[in-house]
C-alpha cells in the first residue's frame, strides 16, 4: 500500500448525521405549500446524494413562479435554524483530528457552499480542511467522480495515494471511480 498523502471526506452521513435536519427542514418547507412529504419518499428519493433539481419536481410537477427554488430557499433557512440538532461522527472527528497537519485534508460534498459554510461554522471546523469542495464547484453530481477528482488534482497526487471517507451508495461508487482506497461508512454506532 502506498503512503496515503491526501484524506477525502463526504460531509452529510460521513462527518455529520444530517438525515433528520434535512429531512424536517425538506418537510417544513414543503408543507407551507401544502405538500407532505413523508421519510419513505425522502430516503428513497431525497437522501441518497440526490440534488433538490431532480426530486423537488416529482413533488411539485407543476413548477410555476419558480416554486422549486423558493421551497429550496426555505428549506435552506429551516436548515440553518436547526444546525444545533446535528451531531458529529466522534470516530471521523478523531481520523481528522489525529491527521491535521500530517496529511491534506478535504471536504468533498455535493451540498451548497451556503449550507457547508452553515455547517461547517456550527460544528467548529471552518478552518480544518486544506481544500472544500461543493456542489456549487462541480458540473457533474455524485455518481460522477468530478468532486472527488478534483480534490486529487488540486494536490497533484496519485489516486493510489488517496483515501475517500463516503457512506451513500452514490458517493461510493463515484469514489470508487477515482482509483482512491475507499472506506465505507455503514451506520452510525457510538
Request: aromatic share 10%; net charge negative.
Amino acid at each position: 500500500m502506498n503512503e496515503i498523502k491526501l484524506m477525502i471526506f463526504d460531509l452529510d452521513g460521513t462527518i455529520i448525521d444530517s438525515a433528520d435536519a434535512n429531512y424536517n427542514a425538506y418537510h417544513d418547507a414543503l408543507k407551507e405549500i401544502g405538500i407532505d412529504l413523508t421519510r419513505e419518499f425522502f430516503n428513497i428519493n431525497c437522501f441518497n446524494g440526490q440534488h433538490y433539481k431532480q426530486f423537488l419536481p416529482m413533488l411539485i410537477p407543476d413548477e410555476k413562479e419558480g416554486i422549486i427554488e423558493k421551497v429550496h430557499n426555505r428549506k435552506q433557512e429551516i436548515y440553518k435554524n436547526n444546525l444545533k440538532n446535528i451531531n458529529t461522527h466522534p470516530y471521523i472527528l478523531e481520523i481528522i483530528n489525529n491527521n491535521k497537519g500530517i496529511k491534506k485534508l478535504a471536504l468533498a460534498t455535493t451540498a451548497g457552499k451556503v449550507a457547508v459554510e452553515n455547517v461547517l461554522k456550527n460544528i467548529n471546523m471552518e478552518n480544518i480542511f486544506d481544500l472544500i469542495i461543493t456542489g456549487d464547484d462541480v458540473i457533474k453530481r455524485k455518481p460522477n467522480p468530478e468532486v472527488f477528482l478534483k480534490c486529487i488534482n488540486y494536490f497533484n497526487v496519485l489516486p493510489k495515494e488517496s483515501v475517500i471517507f463516503e457512506d451513500s451508495d452514490t458517493g461510493i461508487e463515484a469514489a470508487k471511480y477515482t482509483g482512491a482506497w475507499v472506506i465505507k461508512i455503514e451506520k452510525w454506532a457510538y
